[in-house]
């Protein structure tokens, strides 16, 4: 069972750098996508639903802003569109599928802005996350939570720590609910493999900076306890261009 999640910072920009061949080489079961920045009625039947798997999309109100996007080879036994919360479900951060072995979450949380603008905002996301988490971990699931977290949990999950201590993505508060988060009952799948600095799923796209691997890790798979002995591996690609954002790939015992 592998399982991807991509910030395609625009899906047709996507499939114009590549990612329709990237979609169909990497033989993937449930690809989770963010910020495809399009509603469905502007995509072609190939954006849409490429490879012909089950797709399904949650677009922001705002047109080429945020969304996501779940694609799978089978049909989950259910697909939830959002919180059910008006102020979250406007921008198009959340899609839920849930199947047989485990409940899928892709999600696209909130920046907090240069300014720390919307702060409050991004907490408020994060509290709702974790309040649908838990419960679903309450209620038996094994609960997959992916996407662009937009926040660098550890100094190591990012190239420059010191003179971005506060900068979006790596303020306190943010860390901070992170940490809650994984003493809940959650494990980041990547730090179950990987635990030296230097591996990163974002770069500025400014000249020269991904080549030097100047990035943050904001991108990936926290999993409830209850799948740590399913996870396999975890990769991050990238070498594979398209976005500012790379796929990372967690395979699970099925």
């Known amino acids: 069972m592998k399982l991807a999640t991509w910030n395609v910072n625009g899906i047709r920009a996507a499939h114009r750098g590549g990612f329709g061949k990237w979609f169909q080489q990497s033989a993937l079961d449930v690809v989770c996508l963010q910020e495809v920045k399009a509603l469905e009625a502007d995509l072609s039947p190939e954006q849409l639903n490429p490879g012909r798997y089950n797709a399904w999309w949650h677009s922001a109100e705002k047109k080429g802003y945020s969304g996501v996007a779940i694609l799978s080879k089978r049909e989950p036994n259910k697909i939830q569109v959002g919180f059910g919360e008006k102020k979250f479900d406007r921008e198009g951060r959340v899609l839920i599928a849930e199947f047989p072995s485990f409940t899928i979450i892709s999600s696209y949380f909130p920046n907090?802005?240069?300014?720390?603008?919307?702060?409050?905002?991004?907490?408020?996301?994060?509290?709702?996350?974790?309040?649908?988490?838990?419960?679903?971990?309450?209620?038996?699931?094994?609960?997959v939570l992916c996407g662009d977290f937009n926040i660098a949990h550890q100094e190591r999950d990012l190239a420059n720590p010191k003179s971005n201590?506060?900068?979006?993505?790596?303020?306190?508060?943010?860390?901070?609910?992170?940490?809650?988060?994984?003493?809940?009952?959650?494990?980041?799948?990547?730090?179950?493999?990987?635990?030296?600095?230097?591996?990163?799923?974002?770069?500025?796209?400014?000249?020269?900076?991904r080549e030097k691997n100047v990035g943050w890790r904001l991108d990936g798979f926290v999993c409830s306890e209850s799948l740590a002995d399913r996870m396999k591996g975890v990769e991050h690609q990238t070498k594979v261009r398209g976005s500012d954002h790379c796929p990372v790939i967690l395979e699970l015992k099925d």
């Not at 509290?127 to 699931?141: I, L, Y």
């Not at 994984?182 to 635990?195: N, Y």
């Open 165 to 209: 201590q506060d900068n979006a993505g790596f303020l306190p508060q943010e860390r901070a609910w992170m940490t809650k988060f994984l003493g809940a009952g959650f494990r980041d799948a990547f730090r179950q493999f990987v635990q030296e600095n230097g591996h990163y799923t974002f770069w500025n796209q400014r000249p020269g900076v």
């Open 112 to 143: 907090s802005q240069r300014d720390h603008a919307r702060l409050p905002y991004k907490l408020a996301f994060c509290k709702r996350m974790f309040t649908e988490c838990t419960q679903r971990t309450a209620r038996g699931e094994n609960v």
